[in-house]
């Protein structure tokens, strides 16, 4: 396993990576630390699921969430990654899209095993974590330095295959594109998120608006995001 990739990787969507490297298709899907829901939305719309289970630990945007009420086979649930509310061999693929470097650095054990017990046998977890480079965490960083994290995450990801609990199907690596038409999206979307506290001071929010303008272009403000996507399977055989 590697923490980071090449230094050139194909520009790609989540949900390219993820069409890609799953069989969706009437599978009972887990996913940890949904946010907006905005990739449950596309995988319930797009991708013929048999149900989701959308989890989102940030009280907040979870009470938004369960406002949505056109996407029959989505189900919103709030617990932590840790401790899942669900059933031992229940689901056919867990998804964790940028969320689980936001589980406590002590629990991230805990959850691999959550993740391994909830799995059918054969089940598939696919677990997406930013790398920590890129032109976006250029900007994210003056504020929020989130090396250590990310870490920790491929850390635990790393011991629960060396321990056996989850096999590596494949890593891979590809580079997302944001693009952006003014820093009020960057603030109501990164600075103001409920689910984190940033305290900027004064000083310290001109610096990030400077740092994100030197990124304008004909094109709005572009930024890159490398990422590396880490697909797990339970052990045909196993059962907890």
């Known amino acids: 396993m590697q923490l980071k990739g090449p230094e050139e990787t194909e520009i790609a969507t989540e949900f390219d990576v993820l069409s890609r490297l799953l069989a969706l298709k009437g ?19 797009s991708a013929d699921v048999d149900e989701i289970v959308a989890v989102e630990i940030d009280s907040i945007q979870h009470a938004k969430n369960l406002e949505v009420d056109d996407l029959p086979t989505v189900t919103f649930k709030s617990f932590g990654a840790e401790a899942i509310a669900e059933p031992d061999d229940s689901f056919d693929i867990v998804l964790m899209f940028k969320s689980l470097h936001h589980v406590p650095g002590a629990s991230m054990d805990e959850a691999m095993s959550e993740i391994r017990r909830v799995l059918k046998p054969g089940g598939l977890a696919y677990i997406s974590e930013p790398v920590f480079a890129g032109s976006f965490n ?9 090396s250590t994290v990310r870490l920790a995450a491929f850390e635990a990801v790393a011991r629960a295959v060396d321990a056996a ?3 590596l199907v494949e890593e891979t690596f590809f580079t997302s594109v944001l693009r952006l038409m003014h820093f009020g ?16 001071t004064p000083e310290l929010l001109e610096e990030v608006k400077a740092r994100f ?3 304008k272009s004909e094109e709005g403000y572009v930024f890159q995001t490398p990422n590396r996507v880490d697909l797990l399977r339970k052990p045909v055989g196993d059962s907890d």
């Open 213 to 215: 303008e030197s990124y």
């Open 165 to 167: 609990k989850l096999e």
């Open 138 to 146: 250029e900007v994210i960083r003056l504020f929020h330095d989130e």
């Open 27 to 45: 599978a009972r899907v887990l996913e940890l630390g949904c946010g907006a829901a905005e990739k449950t939305r596309q995988i319930a719309e």
């Open 185 to 200: 999206q960057f603030e109501a979307g990164i600075l103001n998120a409920t689910h984190t506290d940033h305290d900027l």
